[in-house]
């Protein structure tokens, strides 16, 4: 099934919505990280969260979601982009720790609690912005449910989950966002006692439900449907930009470069390696 986000509206447009399914997208990013289980569902989570932050944007755009905090998984990115285009990364995407005494992944423990979650946005025509909190808990969720408080100073349930199949690779993933909205007091109660029973969310995407079924069970009739988003997993990466890069160098290092006869440049989002022949690396000391 195709990853995708889906926006909804519901009393009168007083309750805002939205869910998504990224388990395609996580599951690659799981693999091409060569990323053990704890590590895949802190990324999956923070794609599914950027995805939801990506929500509003109408022109060309880029979005970052980032933990940096003092976990054994080091900093993590998630990184979506128009078109629904994204890619993710840790800095030890490896790290493997013990389940939690209630049987899940330890991702708060993954993480850290001792850090910062940061929000970088670019849009066409925009200056940049860039916000960040302390983080709650490093369980992800949590984090964002604080963010989306202090940042747009909105009550918001916020749900992101990730599912690891018994081969050890992602089963299902995905987020939900709702947004109580002025007037929304008289449905209030009703969808926070739904959402606390909405169970294990990622189950339910593995299971083959929708985003569209999850906002249904959640929101009161009649909703207002927008148009889905399809997702893809998609590496921005490319010669022409590591070529930039060992441009950028300082001459000693070009230098240093020639010595060892040739550079290898690697990505860290898709461990993708273009190497940088000899000659090459003397035509750009040349320069």
Not at 103 to 121: C, E, H
Not at 239 to 245: V, Y
């Amino acid at each position: 099934m195709q990853d995708y986000r889906v926006k909804a509206t519901a009393a009168h447009g007083a309750i805002r919505a939205i869910a998504t399914r990224t388990t395609k997208t996580a599951q690659q990013v799981q693999i091409v990280q060569n990323a053990s289980p704890v590590a895949a569902a802190a990324l999956g989570r923070l794609i599914s969260g950027a995805v939801m932050l990506a929500a509003d944007f109408k022109t060309e755009f880029r979005i970052m979601l980032e933990v940096d905090a003092d976990g054994p998984l080091g900093r993590a990115v998630a990184e979506v982009r128009t078109g629904g285009l994204v890619r993710a990364r840790a800095q030890h995407p490896t790290v493997d720790l013990p389940l939690r005494p209630d049987g899940k992944l330890a991702v708060g423990r993954a993480v850290g609690d001792q850090g910062i979650l940061r929000v970088v946005r670019e849009e066409a025509g925009q200056a940049p912005y860039q916000g960040q909190i302390a983080l709650v808990s490093g369980e992800i969720g949590e984090d964002l449910t604080g963010y989306y408080l202090q940042s747009e100073q909105i009550p918001s349930a916020v749900a992101v989950g990730v599912l690891i199949g018994t081969n050890g690779l992602v089963a299902g993933a995905g987020g939900i966002v709702i947004q109580a909205l002025p007037g929304s007091e008289s449905v209030a109660d009703t969808i926070a006692s739904r959402f606390k029973q909405l169970g294990n969310l990622s189950y339910r995407l593995s299971e083959g439900q929708s985003p569209d079924d999850l906002l249904r069970y959640l929101l009161p009739e009649p909703i207002v449907w927008y148009p889905k988003e399809l997702l893809a997993y998609q590496c921005q990466c490319s010669e022409e930009k590591s070529l930039a890069i060992v441009k950028s160098l300082p001459q000693e290092e070009v230098l240093a470069l020639i010595q060892e006869k040739g550079a290898e440049v690697v990505c860290h989002y898709c461990n993708t390696a273009y190497p940088i022949s000899l000659s090459v690396l003397e035509q750009i000391a040349n320069r």
